[in-house]
């Protein structure tokens, strides 16, 4: 009988997913039409103020089981499938293959599309700026370590405008040609992954060297080169280049995430669920600071992140980012910001862009 009700379910199923593909493709008939719309009225191809609002309106809807998570990593791919119909998607990140920019960039963009490894931040700047790539990813903060400097300092001058953001969690593993701690002289790794990492190496590996290099994946092409170079980085790294994984969650904090943001040009419209972030310049007073916040007290808006940034070449003067709840076309955020620009010395809107879901 097990078996009997077994194989008319598997039937069902069967039935079902050939309505899906069906439909599947009834869908990319349509992405192609879209496509060519936005070709004719000079529209870019990847909209993700479009895609956050699809993707909510699905979560809505949906009643499960399916979690919303698995929902959205779902149609995350077919969103990035109707993407490649319509013009092939580039994107530009911090690589090499597996690094942890490179994982954020697939999960967020999906598999269908052409991937562009920088061996430098500065580099993925400079390939969308120059066309080579549409979007570029790039870290800007780890919830231990804090700011990603050299990402501010693009900021600051590049044409560039924040169009997207994406929170990915981080799981460290210490990766090796060798199958134990046993004879390890070296650890390569991103300065930040050290960094998150310090307490567990001080404790496992105190003898050993610690080298800094561009990426996590780059160190991780080190450790295949010599097995007396361990490397930290992903699982996914140590399974693309056949290394063993000695040990896993060698993070120092379970609760360990980078935030990336996605680069390109042009704005996108409103979303409901928005996030703004802006450069300004403060004057060189006492209190200047304080006041430059005021219009943001006074129509009521979240801030939701402010750093320092020191100016190159001038000794204790500063230029301040700031993220805040809202978008650059909301009618307080419109009037916020004109406020700004009377009490400081100069406003750089960096880009409105759909918030990110923290993921897990």
Same mark, same amino acid.
């Given at each position: 009988m097990a078996i009997k009700a077994l194989t008319s379910m598997r039937d069902k199923i069967k039935e079902i997913d050939k309505e899906i593909v069906a439909l599947l493709n009834e869908r990319a008939a349509l992405s192609i039409e879209i496509g060519r719309l936005k070709t004719t009225n000079n529209l870019e191809v990847y909209d993700p103020a479009q895609e956050s609002k699809v993707l909510r309106e699905l979560c809505s809807i949906n009643s499960g089981p399916l979690t919303e998570e698995s929902l959205k990593?779902?149609?995350?791919e077919i969103l990035s499938a109707s993407r490649s119909l319509q013009l092939p =998607?580039? =994107? $530009?990140y911090l690589g090499p293959d597996a690094s942890?920019?490179?994982l954020a960039t697939e999960s967020h963009f999906g598999k269908s599309i052409s991937l562009l490894p920088q061996p430098g931040i500065i580099d993925v700047f400079e390939r969308v700026e120059k066309g080579d790539a549409g979007w570029g990813v790039v870290p800007v903060e780890n919830s231990l370590e804090g700011t990603v400097k050299l990402t501010l300092d693009c900021l600051i001058s590049t044409p560039l405008e924040i169009v997207s953001e994406i929170y990915f969690p981080i799981r460290h593993s210490l990766v090796s040609a060798r199958k134990k701690m046993d004879g390890?002289?070296? =650890?390569?790794s991103h300065p930040? $992954?050290?960094?998150q990492c310090q307490g567990w190496l001080r404790k496992n590996l105190p003898l050993c060297s610690l080298h800094e290099v561009e990426s996590t994946a780059k160190g991780v092409q080190m450790a295949l080169k010599d097995d007396t170079i361990a490397a930290i980085g992903s699982q996914e790294? $140590?399974?693309?280049?056949?290394?063993n994984i000695i040990a896993e969650g060698i993070e120092d904090y379970s609760s360990n995430m980078t935030r990336f943001l996605v680069i390109g040009k042009g704005a996108h419209e409103p979303t409901g669920v928005d996030k703004t972030s802006v450069l300004f310049g403060a004057?060189?007073?006492p209190g200047a600071l304080y006041h430059s916040l005021q219009p943001f007290v006074e129509k009521g808006i979240n801030l939701l992140k402010i =750093?320092?940034?020191?100016?190159?070449?001038?000794?204790w003067e500063y230029l301040f980012f700031i993220d805040f709840a809202g978008h650059a076309q909301d009618k307080e955020i419109v009037q916020c910001l004109s406020g700004l620009r009377k009490k400081c010395t100069f406003v750089k809107i960096l880009g409105s862009y759909p918030r990110g879901d923290i993921k897990s």
């Open positions: 990593d779902i149609f995350s =998607v580039k =994107v $530009a942890f920019s490179h390890l002289k070296k =650890v390569c930040q $992954a050290l960094a790294a $140590a399974l693309k280049y056949r290394l004057r060189h007073e =750093v320092s940034h020191p100016i190159r070449g001038r000794m």
